[in-house]
């Protein structure tokens, strides 16, 4: 079945850093989404990316969307206390298994002030 | 405004209970998911499903069944609970139309002990 690997798992950056997180998956994807979820909240929708090469930024947040459509990326420029959480992407399965939805492992983000 | 309304929030089983985590949205959405996310861990696809009468397994079916018998309603019954079935179980749901963004519930933590 379709698999979509995060890394890293975990990451720690002083406040002020940026932060990357990178999605890998198996197959090509049709599009791409990507959540965060707060410390002992649910996820919560950011973006979709659905065309290959696409870039889409949010304030400091960038979402990338590989030319293959097999990878992604979320950049955070210059991280606040408030970007701590969980990001992560989600991948939408064609072909027999529409509608289902693939989230990867995550990315644990810890911003020290 | 409700959304995706799980029910209970919080659970402690015995092992060998069964119980159902209760799920319901009013947003009219086809598609509904269950997923289980552990510790520090990512989100894992129980079943999902794409409208009423329709569900299929996804990565950790095992121990869980679900039924969709109305658009708005997706019960997850444990039938013989297991220690291993601690974790916290989110719902979601989203609209048919290709990539749109899920609506996660707040989450039910359940405890098997």
């Known amino acids: 079945g379709q698999q979509v690997m995060q890394i890293p798992q975990y990451q720690h950056v002083q406040e002020g850093e940026d932060f990357t997180t990178y999605c890998n998956s198996s197959t090509t994807l049709s599009n791409i989404q990507w959540y965060k979820q707060r410390p002992g909240g649910h996820p919560v929708f950011l973006i979709q990316l659905v065309k290959s090469g696409e870039v889409k930024k949010q304030k400091r947040l960038t979402f990338q969307f590989g030319e293959a459509k097999k990878n992604s990326s979320l950049h955070i420029t210059a991280t606040q206390t408030t970007d701590v959480g969980t990001y992560f992407c989600?991948?939408?399965?064609?072909?027999?298994?529409?509608?289902?939805?693939?989230f990867g492992q995550g990315t644990i983000l810890t911003v020290h002030p | 405004n409700a959304g995706v309304t799980q029910t209970p929030k919080f659970r402690i089983l015995k092992i060998g209970q069964s119980m159902t985590l209760q799920c319901t949205q009013d947003m009219n959405h086809n598609y509904m998911y269950w997923y289980r996310q552990d510790p520090g861990m990512g989100l894992k696809l129980i079943y999902y499903s794409v409208g009423a009468g329709i569900t299929d397994k996804g990565e950790v079916p095992n121990g869980y069944n679900v039924s969709r018998s109305t658009t708005e309603d997706f019960p997850l019954r444990l039938e013989l609970a297991a220690p291993s079935q601690t974790s916290v179980y989110f719902c979601?749901?989203?609209?048919?139309?290709?990539?749109?963004?899920?609506?996660f519930g707040q989450g039910t933590r359940l405890t098997v002990v």
């Open positions: 989600a991948a939408n399965a064609g072909g027999t298994s529409y509608g289902k939805l693939t």
């Open positions: 979601a749901s989203r609209d048919r139309s290709h990539g749109t963004e899920a609506f």
